[in-house]
């Protein structure tokens, strides 16, 4: 509830509105049940306009894995992150004694909600890609029939880039591709396969404008 | 409410606004019938709610029309801001660029004239450099001022001067006044656009400006000239004018409007683009639309400024 009055009253207005958003591949984003979405990384704002891409009423149902360290170091970002945008926590240093660090993902993979990834694992420098890491290739190779959404964003590394906090607005193009499974593929070459469609994507754009 | 649009359409800027819808409506059936393209059909729909929204917004009442003209500043202003090339350290003073709308549509409502005249070209002028020397980053920085500058004088200066004419009063007690003035200026600017395109599709031949706008002919742009300037006598009981001065009017509008078109491809082709954004299917961008008005808008204004107030 809390999370569908935040976008509707903030999120969205912002996102829609004062900055824009214009999506090419909306048909490629699957309508229903569990997914995988994957894009470049260069902003907060990212994860908001890959939540705007849905409609409300699914929304509950879309959860950004992000850094625990980052979103979890204080006790009023946790509960937002947590409460109002609804991100699963994701340790990036592991211990050896914590369990599966995937293991509320697969949970949540298991009721049919849709993950947002960002393989980059840092948004990094405004409008530059780094090597995708694996972690994308071990879950979908554990969940073989969920597709996995390669999705380039262009703008956002501009409009609020990392460490500053002054918004500024510039229009946002999202470009969304087919979906990608991982059929037995080993970490590397599907990881490969991923970072290829997402640079792929980028081209598409720059070839369109 | 229905009694405010009623009385909207009851008055000489009324019935042209219904000829409008009319004549809409019968492209619509003649564009679905007989040319049922994708990209006619597009831009018949985007045209449904230019006219829609160009209605409600600056039609209705003045403060509305304060809002809706700042809002289409925007609009310009950040696709203009997307397509340009920027430095990281600019975002702050493109931030401020930004908020320079604010103002300078708050002048127009309260038709405080002479900070609506200076508030860009002298104020925003002025800061713009001195916000980069505290942000101290010196490559590019003539570039960038250039750049930012140039974007408040077309997107924000310009447009606003429809704002501004919204305001002016009848000249006299049975005369019309600036809600009208700016239903003219924008009616005939936009009729150019289209019957440029509709001599040069049917009677083209030469090219114009064959480097900056390869469709853009020779015909189009005199055909086009010929009509507005008698379309503008035709609907100049929606101005003061005499019949010369709406002669000259159109004539001003017709020649202006196409210089504005050509600067926004001048623009798009120094940046490599085909159109500037992407808010009206089959248009383009805000920009592609507005790229004419950029122009007339100043000119025409300051043309009714000097003859009547």
């Given at each position: 509830m809390l999370k569908k009055l935040f976008f509707l009253c903030i999120i969205r207005p912002i996102v829609l509105l004062v900055t824009g958003v214009h999506v090419r591949g909306q048909n490629h984003l699957p309508k229903e049940g569990a997914s995988i979405v994957v894009s470049n990384h260069n902003s907060h704002l990212d994860t908001m306009v890959l939540m705007s891409l849905y409609p409300l009423r699914r929304l509950p149902k879309v959860r950004p894995v992000a850094a625990f360290d980052y979103f979890m170091k204080n006790r009023v970002v946790a509960w937002f992150s947590q409460h109002v945008i609804g991100i699963i926590p994701l340790k990036r240093k592991v211990s050896k004694d914590e369990g599966h660090p995937f293991a509320p993902v697969h949970k949540a993979l298991d009721v049919g909600e849709t993950i947002i990834l960002f393989p980059e694992g840092s948004r990094g420098e405004p409008e530059e890609m780094s090597p995708f890491k694996t972690g994308v290739a071990h879950l979908s190779k554990v969940y073989p029939d969920v597709p996995v959404i390669p999705i380039y964003i262009h703008g956002a590394g501009k409009a609020l880039p990392k460490g500053e906090a002054l918004f500024v607005p510039f229009i946002i193009d999202v470009v969304i591709g087919e979906a990608l499974y991982?059929?037995?593929?080993d970490h590397k070459t599907f990881t490969k396969r991923l970072e290829t469609a997402v640079n792929k994507l980028e081209q598409k754009y720059k070839e369109i404008v | 409410m229905i009694e405010t649009v009623l009385e909207l359409f009851s008055d000489e800027s009324g019935s042209v606004l219904g000829i409008i819808l009319l004549l809409l409506a019968i492209s619509t059936v003649v564009i679905y019938v007989k040319y049922p393209t994708r990209e006619l059909k597009d831009r018949i729909k985007s045209w449904w709610y230019i006219v829609g929204f160009f209605i409600v917004g600056a039609m209705l009442n003045t403060t509305v029309a304060m809002f809706f003209f700042g809002i289409l500043s925007y609009l310009a202003l950040k696709e203009y801001f997307t397509l340009i090339p920027t430095r990281r350290t600019d975002r702050r003073v493109l931030f401020y660029a930004y908020l320079a709308i604010i103002p300078q549509f708050w002048f127009a409502g309260i038709e405080w004239y002479g900070m609506f005249i200076i508030w860009i070209p002298v104020f925003l002028f002025l800061l713009l450099p001195f916000r980069q020397i505290l942000i101290g980053d010196t490559k590019g920085f003539l570039e960038n001022t250039a750049r930012v500058q140039w974007g408040l004088m077309m997107f924000v200066f310009g447009l606003s001067h429809l704002a501004y004419m919204i305001t002016l009063d009848p000249v006299s007690a049975n005369s019309v006044g600036g809600k009208e003035l700016v239903l003219y200026l924008v009616l005939l600017t936009e009729l150019n656009d289209i019957l440029q395109y509709l001599w040069g599709k049917s009677i083209?031949?030469?090219?114009?400006?064959p480097k900056v706008?390869?469709?853009?002919t020779v015909e189009g742009f005199v055909g086009a000239f010929i009509s507005i300037t008698l379309l503008a006598l035709l609907f100049s009981f929606l101005t003061p004018f005499l019949w010369y001065e709406a002669l000259i009017a159109g004539m001003i509008i017709s020649g202006a409007g196409f210089v504005g078109d050509v600067v926004i491809s001048m623009v798009k082709r120094d940046i490599g683009v085909k159109d500037s954004g992407s808010m009206l299917p089959g248009h383009g961008g805000i920009l592609d639309r507005v790229d004419s008005l950029i122009y007339t808008a100043p000119l025409f204004f300051h043309y009714v400024y000097y003859l009547y107030y």
């Open positions: 991982n059929r037995d593929e | 083209g031949k030469r090219k114009i400006v706008s390869p469709n853009k």
